[in-house]
């Protein structure tokens, strides 16, 4: 994190003190230098096993931030890819980071990504699109809305998809109890809900509120067929089970 290139220490703690809009705006020029940004080998892996549910022509990057997910959408879409966020200061990197075809040099365009680039600035609660998109992914920002949103997110999604679009999204196994990472992720909410009890804005990033279940059944309730893909590219836990699933959801 404190490299070079990443935020120092105090501009964290400025981003930690902010709502989570102005958080990211300040963190946006420095965001693909932190272990925040989803690495390129869960990018990649992502990419193969949803490669095998197309072909798409449209594609929606739910909570873009800098554009990750619009890079994997442009390597799986024919036509047009779209990147919502509502942090102005991550769309802008975003749109740096992915310019126009007319401001791309020709020879920096990889052979079948070639698919036209729109950026919206909007709330993920309130996504502003009809039924448009053939599919719909996510990376990494699901930690950013309580519980009890996810339902009304999810609905949101559902309803920008044509139907049999798919929303996809990998989640983690969650880390052994008594191990580094669980006391980790235990330690960084319980942070997190002090800093929110005693300080406004809120800053809403909570690891361990996402879990499996509890976002299949909401799925489920906004009208999702789902079902679960091993990332089989990510390699599995001592007891055989993958370290990461790929759920894939159907617009039926």
């Not at 003190?17 to 420095?30: F, T, V």
């Not at 879409?77 to 975003?94: I, P, Q, T, Y």
């Not at 109890?177 to 992720?185: E, F, I, M, P």
Request: proline share 8%.
């Amino acid at each position: 994190m404190f490299t070079e290139q990443g935020p120092t220490v105090r501009e964290l703690a400025v981003q930690a003190l902010s709502s989570i809009e102005r958080g990211y705006d300040l963190l946006a020029p420095k965001f693909d230098h932190t272990p925040y940004r989803t690495p390129d080998r869960v990018l990649d892996a992502v990419t193969d096993e949803v490669r095998r549910l197309g072909p798409f022509d449209t594609g929606l990057d739910v909570c873009c931030g800098t554009g990750a997910g619009v890079g994997v959408l442009r390597r799986l879409c024919r036509e047009r890819v779209v990147g919502v966020d509502f942090s102005a200061g991550m769309l802008a990197e975003a749109r740096a980071a992915f310019p126009p075809e007319g401001e791309r040099p020709a020879e920096d365009e990889p052979a079948g990504e070639g698919a036209a680039v729109d950026w919206v600035r909007a709330d993920a609660r309130s996504l502003p699109f009809a039924p448009a998109f053939d599919l719909a992914l996510s990376f990494g920002a699901f930690g950013h809305f309580l519980p009890a949103e996810r339902f009304g997110l999810f609905a949101e999604v559902y309803g920008s998809l044509r139907p049999g679009g798919q929303f996809v999204f990998p989640i983690g196994a969650p880390p052994p109890v008594g191990s580094r990472a669980y006391w980790t992720l235990l330690g960084f909410d319980a942070a997190m809900r002090v800093r929110n009890a005693l300080w406004r804005p809120q800053f809403v990033m909570y690891y361990r509120t996402f879990r499996l279940g509890d976002v299949l059944e909401d799925l489920t309730r906004a009208g999702f067929a789902v079902r679960l893909v091993p990332l089989a590219e990510l390699g599995r836990r001592p007891d055989g089970s993958p370290r990461a699933r790929l759920v894939v959801a159907t617009r039926e």
